[in-house]
């Protein structure tokens, strides 16, 4: 089945530092990818998507590229603020394969000031 | 709606009683997934709508949880003779479309006691 691998957290960097998340997915036929993010004390929200290779998602200031050949959508981010702190979440939506939602397990991040 | 609703926001339970968390998805999105979020741990999928059915039930932990869906939008999740490890947060979300990116609601945080 469609599987979701992403950095193990938690994360701790300085303000204005550079920021890369890991994901890697398994699936069959051609998915949606998505980053979400979870701040403390909210739920979940959107921050980027990708629907096919090589589609770059961007949102305020993230950024994520669809890798079809190393199944890869690592989000990146030039330089993080103390209000980036939250958890993140890979995510990949499949309506040809598992119809569920996949989900990683989350990569907690802490930017000190 | 604006946002997928779901109520209780908090639900306080003694272990043995039964519970029932509503769900009130976007106007119009035809595909609604129930998902729960234990202390520290990833999203774990539970039950997927399409329409009124649930083609998916594959998450569902034990035959103490149950969910229907009725007219297309409102879902109900309920969890009979609950248990302290049922103690989570359930989150609501729903799409357009199967595979599509989902929109999420704040959650119901379950404590059961």
């Known amino acids: 089945g469609d599987s979701v691998t992403q950095m193990e957290g938690p994360v701790t960097l300085s303000e204005e530092a550079f920021l890369t998340i890991n994901c890697t997915y398994t699936a069959t036929g051609y998915p949606s990818l998505f980053w979400y993010v979870q701040y403390p004390g909210e739920g979940l929200q959107l921050l980027l998507k990708?629907?096919?290779?090589?589609d770059k998602g961007s949102n305020k200031g993230f950024e994520a590229t669809y890798r079809k050949e190393t199944t890869s959508f690592h989000l990146e981010k030039g330089s993080v603020q103390v209000s980036d702190s939250a958890v993140y979440f890979c995510a990949l939506g499949n309506g040809a394969g598992s119809y569920q939602l996949t989900f990683g397990k989350g990569t907690k991040l802490s930017v000190i000031p | 709606g604006a946002g997928v609703s779901q109520s209780p926001s908090n639900k306080v339970t003694e272990k043995g009683k039964d519970v029932e968390l509503r769900c009130d998805p976007i106007s119009g999105h035809t595909a609604l997934y129930w998902y729960r979020q234990s202390l520290g741990q990833g999203l774990e999928f539970l039950i997927y709508f399409q329409g009124n059915s649930a083609p998916d039930k594959s998450g569902l932990p034990s035959d103490r949880f149950s969910a229907e869906r009725t007219g297309g939008s409102v879902s109900t999740l309920t969890i009979q003779r609950t248990q302290q490890e049922d103690s989570a947060v359930y989150l609501c979300?729903?799409?357009?479309?199967?595979?599509?990116?989902?929109?999420f609601g704040q959650g119901t945080r379950l404590t059961v006691v």
């Open positions: 990708a629907t096919k290779a090589d």
């Open positions: 979300a729903s799409s357009l479309v199967t595979g599509a990116e989902a929109f």
